[in-house]
Structures are given as structure tokens and as C-alpha cells.
């Protein structure tokens, strides 16, 4: 279960503050598929980093009693200056886990070749993409953070994803957060729409789509 | 109990890889590798030493001046180059926070390590270089100078605990930097010894820890040939309520940090 108790989240601005989240209660059991859904800057991003502990809330608090990807996105995760592999070592050490297995999956998943011997900021956003998904698979976590990173794939990388994700791991917990309607509607199973700081969990995604087309 | 262990086997875990990380990203993997970081701490206490023998002759008040000099500019070169590597250092690391395991204070913790593995090697490596050219005496008490460093690289951390933290908090600290580390040299007891100074000048510059740290060291160094000014208790208590502020310091920015 993740649980989020009346989270707020609010950043310096001008001599006041920015309340981009005020007062989120929700939570998320194993195995279940939840859409965020908002307009740029409705504090989805936000939410996903305060779920993964990325930031942390103002006030309020997140109680994780399973294991909680890093959100996935195009930015954080990885260092630039290192290459594909050094990235994947890394990982792997600080996780754990092994690397041979890490390694192999990653050159397997990623079909980035040569370019792993490359710094990881001479990569496009696609390549990148390619790398934080490979990685973050690498490492069996109980629920994955996805912050719109999945848009960026080619079609190939949609499929591995897809099977991947919800064929092979259909079992784990995922968030999304996405403007793509038939993403949210394809892959969740429960949608919160964020507006104005708040948020409001439909048990119907078609539901919540509604709602966000409205906004 | 469990938790504690785990935590700590994680906690081990993470520093072993940040370090590894770091020595990557600052020194590759060509040549000498990691050893470039005992490279310059060593260049400047040998080169600054040989300047010093010209100046001043080979002895000064009864010890050796290349000994003297070696044993002050290790010490404080771990000094500047631990607190300028901790200023900003939360900015520069910014996208490992994405992983949760990672903690603010391995990063400080990490770029301390590095530091203070390089300047002891250096460290090492000059001494049993200079005592076989004759210049350096056998240390008196290896056990002092151990300590005496020891107490000297628990002063710095927690000095780095402090500066990392708010050097987040505010950036005009950065500006600053260069000349506290510079009008910090008199106090860091790297250019006399105590029994040099007038009673009251002592006085003063005992109320510092690195002081107190650097008469041990030379006195492990030289034993007879000083009369050694230090307290166990005073600088090992300043240093460990500074590190506890810088530990404070260190959640209460972690709090509010925003991660791109």
C-alpha cells in the first residue's frame, strides 16, 4: 500500500508561496493502475515526487509499505556526465542487485548498442527514455512512477514497454501520469484528475477523462 | 534491530558506490586514475617545503623546516580542499536524489572520504619518502600523529557538515569561501607551534580545534624537541556539537529541496 495523508506541497515564490498541492488524501494498494490526470502545472510531476520521495511535502505525509520505483521521467535517475554502462553500474550497486543481469537486460531492452560507451547527455530524449525504462525494469519494484516518459518511444519501444510492464509485471502497481487519454484509458484502472491543488479520484476512468476534457 | 542492520548494510552499500562514482567522474580511468587525488596535496607540501628549507635553512627552532612544513600544509590542504569541495555540493548531485537510499549526508560524507583517503596517502607516501632522504625524523609516537590527525579530519567533516548545507541555504556564502578559508590559516595552527606564541596569543588560538590537533600531530612527529599544547576533551566536544548542527542543518534543507 502506498498511503498519502493530506499532503501539501507548496515552493518559494516572489515573497509568498506557491500552493501546487493542497491537501491530497488517496492510496494505492498492490497490483493497482492509477492515472494522474491535469493541465501543465496542475502539480502532477509534483505528486509523483513527493510519492517517490524525491521531494518532500510540506506538510503531511506519504507511509510506503511496498517498494516504490524512482519516477521515471526524462531529468533525474541518471547522471550525464557518465556513460550507459557506468549509469547501469551505478544502479546496480546501489540496488543491489547484479550486475551482469542488469547489463544484459539494459542491452537487451535498450537495442542502444555502441552508444551505452557514451556519456548519457549525448542521448536524444528517446535514447533516454529507452535507458531510465531499462534501468528501472532492471530492478523488480512492487509499484513503478511514470511521468509521461512512455510518450516518447517509437512504436517498438511502446511494444517492449507494454509487454514489459503490463504483460509481464501485470501484477505490480503503477502510476501514471499523463495527458494521453487512450494511455490512461488503455492502461488504469482508477484516474485522479488535479485541479486548483486538489485532487478527485474517479473509480471510472472514462469518468475522469470527462472531467479533465472539461478543465 | 533488524531495520538498523539493513539500514546500515544499505548505507554501506550506497557509499561504496558513490565514491567509486566520483572517482570516475573526477579522475577517469586513464593513467594513474585515482591516484591524481594525493598528487596535488603531495606536489604542494613537498614544493612549499623545499621553499621554506631555502628561506629559512634546514632547522628552525630545533626541528626540521621540510618536517615542519610537510606536517602543516597536509593537514591544511585537506582543510581547504574538503570545505571548498563541500560548498554546493546538494546542486551538483541533484539527480541521484531520485533515488531514495541515497541520503543527503553520504554526498558530504563521500567527497570528505575521498579528500581525507588522498591527503593521508600523500601523507604517508611523503613521510617515508623525506625520512629516507634524512629530512623528516622517525615519528616520535606514531600513536599521536594518528590521533592528532583523527582529531584534525573530524574537525573538517564536521565543518563540511555545516557548509554544505548552507551553502544551499544561501548563495552569497560561496563568496565569501575563499577568504574565510584564507584568514582561517592562523587559526588552523599549520605556520607555529604553540610553544612559539606569547601566553596570551596561545590563549587565542587554543580556543580553535585544529590547534589542538595539529600540536599533537607534531608532537607524534617531533616528541622532545616541542613542548605540545593540547586538550583531549575541548576540541573533540566543539567538534561533535558542530557536527550535529550541520546534521540538523542537513534535514532541514532536505526538506525544502527542489529537485529538477
Redo the contacts between chains.
Sequence with gaps: MIHCHDLHKSYPMGRGRKHVLNGLNFHISPGERVGFLGRNGAGKTTLIKLIGGVEMPTSGKVRRDMTVSWPLGFGGGFQGSLTGYDNARFIARIYGSEYAELREFVEDFTELGRQLKMPVKTYSSGMKARLAFALSLAIEFDCYLIDEVIMVGDHNFREKCHYELFEKRSDRALILASHSASLVREYCGRAMVLEGGQGTMFSDVNQALDVYNTL | MASLAQGWR?QT??I??LM??EL??RFGRENIGFLWMMVEPLLFAVLVGILWTFMNGPTKHGVSVMAFCVSGYIPLVLFRGSVSRSVGLFQAN?????????KIMDFVLVRFLIEWIGHMMAYFFIMILLIALGVFPVPYRLGFLLLGWLYYSFFTLSVCFILAPASEMSEILEKFMPVTTYLMIPFSGTFYMASWLTAEARHVVLYFPPVHAMEMMRYGIFGHHMTPHFDYFYPLAVSAVMLAFGLLLCRRV???????
Design positions: 544499505i552499500r550506497v561504496g558506490a567509486i562514482r570516475t567522474t541533484m539527480s541521484l536524489m531520485y533515488h531514495r537510499q541515497i532536505r526538506r525544502h529541496l527542489v529537485v529538477e
